[in-house]
């Protein structure tokens, strides 16, 4: 099992340092063009608000309501791409991973492999992320306590995995709904984990638009500051310049154009409360 003290590396930032790591991008690969126009933008609104971050695109989007819903790239072209726009900016990247065959192919490029909520406990799945060497995140599922994450912890500890952390993304909430209860935060951490806060999916609304899911994106920064005030190491936060034109998951997005000013409110409130006390 993970222990507090022990750094999550990756690239050259450390996750739960003095600084706050972010991972922010669009939900999906809309375009080999759209990636590599949105990622230096992204950059230099990171570098204005004097934050670290990882880059986040999704070359597939495996789990969408509708068969006629846009999907992305193939694995290994996506993967080659990220590797390229990361590599451009000067970052590391992540992406979520679906397959034992998707994570061996998504390692030899990503620096970062993302477990999906919806498979949170494939063993085969999790024991493939764990033999590419990567930092593997896990985005805890709607259906999980904070606590049953350590099952997963002890699945990515017996294969060999040092460096993870556990994503808290809401928890099922009735019909369509999702809720983000911060309790979450230092319970796992309570468990050895460093946890990221995933603000753009703890506002989706599964399905709510039919054959879409709905989402209110612009609570997405309200949860950010309530999650970051409760101590998390690092937060999720997918973005696009046009939400309402966004290929996959748009309702849940922050503008980019106010990307910056979201992400300068946050470094403060986590500077503040790691101010030690008088």
């Known amino acids: 099992m993970a222990h507090p003290e022990d750094p999550v590396i990756i690239g050259p930032y450390r996750l739960g340092g003095e600084r706050p790591l972010f991972i922010l991008g669009p939900c999906v690969i809309e375009s080999a063009e759209f990636l590599r126009d949105i990622a230096p933008r ?5 570098e204005a608000a004097n ?17 006629q819903s846009f999907r992305g790239l193939d694995c290994a072209t996506g993967c080659r791409l990220l590797a390229e726009v990361g590599a451009d900016i000067g970052v590391p990247v992540t992406t979520d991973v679906h397959t034992a065959e998707e994570a061996k192919i998504a390692g030899e490029w990503i620096d970062v492999l993302q477990i999906p909520a919806f498979l949170c406990r494939q063993t085969d799945l999790l024991e493939a992320t764990a033999r590419t060497g990567r930092v593997v995140n896990v985005k805890k599922g709607q259906f999980l306590a904070p606590w049953d994450v350590k099952n997963i912890a002890d699945k990515l500890d017996t294969f060999g995995c040092k460096q993870y952390f556990m994503t808290e993304r809401g928890t099922t909430f009735g019909y369509q709904n999702l809720v983000a209860d911060m309790r979450a935060i230092p319970w796992m951490q309570e468990l050895g984990m460093k946890v990221v806060f995933d603000a753009t999916h703890s506002v989706q ?3 709510a638009g039919g054959s879409t899911s709905g989402g209110d994106g612009y609570l997405a ?8 005030a409760a101590g998390c190491d690092g937060v999720f936060m997918e973005t696009h310049p046009e939400p309402s034109q966004a290929l996959s998951d748009g309702p849940n997005q922050v ?3 106010r990307l910056q000013d979201v992400l300068i409110q946050l470094r403060e409130i986590y500077e503040l409360i790691r101010r030690p006390l008088s």
Do not use: E, M
């Open 42 to 46: 992204i950059r230099a609104i990171a």
């Open 51 to 67: 934050v670290d971050f990882v880059f986040k695109a999704s070359y597939d989007k495996a789990n969408r309501s509708s068969v």
């Open 205 to 207: 609304r599964p399905g």
């Open 221 to 228: 920064p309200v949860l950010a500051r309530a999650a970051v």
């Open 255 to 257: 503008p980019l154009s």
